[in-house]
């Protein structure tokens, strides 16, 4: 199963402060050692959100809303993420408790997310069935 | 912490911390099977105390230690130290207490050399698949048994012997240079693949696909790509199952029927997945030596995942890919593909004088895509009667319940056209 570890953003990720040199060697042995036990799917970090666009949808069945960054509420914020696929929520978490500290300063936070994973559900019939309706939804009708 | 969520936090510290801490323990005692042991002599010593304290800060620092005072009270036991010694037949002698103090090396090269241990050519295949399974993927055997279906005193048997062969047998824990290098290289990748392969097309029993075996492989490959940064058949094998692993969730029906290749929606394949396999590709280009076998497999599969549609396939450059194989891994089985490919690229005639060339071949006598693939490109010939013959041939030589079905399929379908045809009602091009 794959989880994503999200990292918040704070004032400093905010500001375009780079992080310290201790904490970019100590983020990189971190992902080395994801990678070594093989569970390391993708990672990235993410600009600012001074340079972000927010189209948000004020009223249902509306036209959208485009807002420019950068947006105040830090914590809601997304500065970077790391996927790992492991074989269970505990490994997850174990693995979440070992990423450094990303900002410091106490305003360091990560979230856990598990991602859907279709492999995990292909014993499932009914899911396989949705799967299928939506299989024949895009491709018409199948040839026999 | 309640005691169940306490053992499911420490299975958690022991699936990532286990293959690290054998691996250092093996390169200090010298052992492979003793080194387990002490692993699980600390584990059990964990479990018992870590529900009460909770898990240490750093688990793997407090497992290593406990695991190294057990090695020292072995060695000054020295009853204990002879009926292990017996126990593992060695042929080597024991470990000394420097060597447990002595400051250990690079945690990537000490895996590396488990790997190499456990996949040794003194050990039959079984033997090294198991044992890769749960020193390096930390599996418990029952875990091994239910991925491949068999009784857990089989798999039990397997380990406990395959330790005591790599003890007697006085296998060294290194790393093999030059032209073993090669050798022992492609008994660990055969293991791998192995893994892998039983877990994608599960040849026996009614199911299609047993992920454990597919994730755990794909993790053990990708931890190789680490570890062995520098050989290009780890790379190609990585992207070879990273592309393939890219389809799991097209390659079965709603009533778990196998979707072929052609017939998959490839909107529902996995992106992320496709860009990991090429990227391995790449390395594996990047080295700068020739493609080896799996390598070449991982550059087909990465031509049927660059086609947005069936029809955008490059057949003709598969074709040449799997003549490259076919020289680099001559089998009649990758002939047969070349077959394929060559139909698809040039007609289906072509293909078919090339399968039927490979009709008395020995290695194919018993494999049921020969006649699969014989009927249909006869099917697309419109020779309805001969492809029929050749699908209930297929359906009547395939143990797997799900590809029986689908041969008969074919072959129904086949006698329906047939009949079509003799009515002179019109007939749907392929």
């Keep these: 199963m794959r989880f994503m570890m999200i990292v918040k953003g704070t004032s400093d990720s905010e500001a375009g402060v780079m992080p310290s040199e201790e904490l970019v060697a100590a983020m990189q042995r971190y992902n080395e050692e994801l990678a070594k036990a093989g569970v390391l799917v993708a990672a990235d970090g993410l600009h600012p959100t001074s340079s972000a666009i927010r189209i948000s949808y004020p009223e249902a069945g509306g036209k959208p809303k485009i807002t420019d960054g950068p947006f105040t509420e830090a914590k809601e914020i997304i500065a970077g993420f790391t996927m790992i696929e492991v074989k269970s929520k505990e490994e997850a978490v174990e693995w979440a408790l070992r990423m450094p500290d990303p900002h410091g300063y106490g305003e360091g936070q990560i979230e856990l997310r598990q991602i859907f994973d279709m492999s995990d559900l292909t014993q499932d019939p009914e899911m396989l069935a949705k799967e299928q309706a939506l299989r024949e939804q895009l491709e018409g009708p199948r040839r026999t | ?430």
Excluded at chain 2, 5 to 16: F, G, K, L
Excluded at chain 2, 363 to 379: E, F, I, M, N, T
């Design chain 2, 1 to 430: 912490m309640s005691g169940r969520a306490a053992h499911r936090a420490i299975d958690a510290v022991w699936r990532i911390e286990s293959a690290k801490l054998i691996a250092r323990l093996a390169t200090m005692v010298r052992d492979v099977g003793l080194a387990e042991d002490l692993a699980q002599d600390a584990l059990l010593i964990a479990l018992e105390r870590w529900p009460e304290t909770g898990i240490p800060d750093n688990p793997g620092a407090w497992l290593m230690t406990t695991a190294k005072r057990r090695a020292i009270d072995l060695l000054r036991r020295n009853k204990l130290r002879d009926r292990k010694y017996e126990e593992y037949g060695r042929a080597s002698p024991l470990f000394t207490e420097d060597d447990v103090e002595t400051e250990t090396g690079e945690i990537g090269d000490e895996l590396l050399r488990l790997i190499f241990a456990t996949c040794h050519p003194s050990l039959s295949r079984e033997a090294r698949v198991a044992l890769t399974l749960r020193l390096l993927g930390g599996l418990t055997t029952d875990e091994i048994a239910h991925a491949y279906l068999v009784p857990e005193p089989t798999v039990a048997q397997r380990i406990v012997r395959a330790k005591k062969t790599l003890s007697a047998s006085g296998v060294k824990l290194d790393v093999p240079e030059g032209k073993e290098l090669e050798e022992r290289l492609s008994s660990v990748l055969e293991v791998v693949y192995l893994m892998y392969n039983e877990g994608y097309s599960a040849t026996a029993g009614g199911s299609w696909i047993r992920p454990t075996l597919c994730q755990e492989a794909l993790r053990l490959g990708r931890m190789l790509a680490e570890v062995a940064p520098r050989e290009p058949e780890v790379h190609g094998l990585v992207a070879l199952m990273e592309i393939q692993s890219s389809r799991f969730k097209t390659r079965v029906g709603p009533s778990g029927e196998p979707i072929l290749l052609m017939d998959q929606n490839r909107a529902l394949w996995d992106r992320l997945l496709i860009r990991r396999g090429l990227a391995a590709l790449e390395r594996a280009r990047s080295l700068g030596r020739p493609l080896g076998p799996y390598a070449l497999q991982a550059a087909i599969a990465a031509c049927h995942a660059q086609a947005l549609t069936p029809g955008d396939t490059d057949w003709a450059r598969i074709a040449a890919l799997y003549e490259a194989l076919s020289r680099a891994a001559p089998s009649p089985v990758v002939e047969l593909n070349r077959a394929v490919a060559i139909a698809m690229a040039f007609g289906p005639a072509i293909g078919l004088q090339i399968v039927d060339q490979l009709a008395d071949e020995p290695a194919l006598k018993g494999y049921y895509l020969l006649p699969s693939v014989r009927g249909d490109l006869l099917a697309k010939l419109g020779r309805m009667e001969e492809a029929r013959a050749a699908f209930e041939r297929a359906a009547s030589m395939t143990q797997n319940l799900r590809e029986q079905d689908l041969m008969r399929r074919r072959a129904a379908e086949c006698a329906a056209r047939d009949a079509g045809d003799k009515d002179g009602s019109p007939r749907e091009t392929v």
